[in-house]
């Protein structure tokens, strides 16, 4: 899973650009319309989401506890969620969220399928 992570961590900030570049598109696009969607704020909330996600994956790849997965789970589940309830018409939105749930999963994979540590006293 460290690979995974790496993997998905880089792919996760070069989304960053792309996404956020078509959510200040998309958030143009709904201003000029006055269509009252939020499609375009949600994807630069996703935008963040993944930047974040990316670099909380890539540093704690090589970590012993749970923090860093975990920190992982929060960060993607939230861009997956407001990926998915606030897409409206922009649609490539629904993809970058799926990205981010697939994240998420990953990384609760990654945490219930860890060994254990044993303590020493």
Do not use: H
């Not at 930047?51 to 923090?67: E, F």
Request: net charge positive; hydrophobic share 55%; with cysteine.
């Amino acid at each position: 899973m460290k690979t995974w992570k790496l993997v998905s961590g880089i792919l996760s900030i070069i989304m960053f650009v792309f996404v956020t570049f078509q959510s200040c598109a998309a958030g143009i696009s709904n201003s000029i319309e006055d269509n009252g969607e939020v499609g375009g704020s949600a994807g630069i909330i996703v935008a963040i989401m993944l930047l974040a996600g990316g670099i909380v994956s890539i540093a704690t790849r090589n970590s012993k506890g749970k923090g860093g997965n975990i920190a992982v789970i929060v960060l993607f589940g939230l861009g997956a969620i407001m990926g998915f309830t606030m897409a409206g018409s922009y649609t490539d939105l629904i993809i970058w969220a799926a990205w981010c749930a697939i994240c998420a999963v990953l990384a609760l994979i990654s945490m219930i399928k860890k060994p254990k540590q044993i303590e020493e006293n």
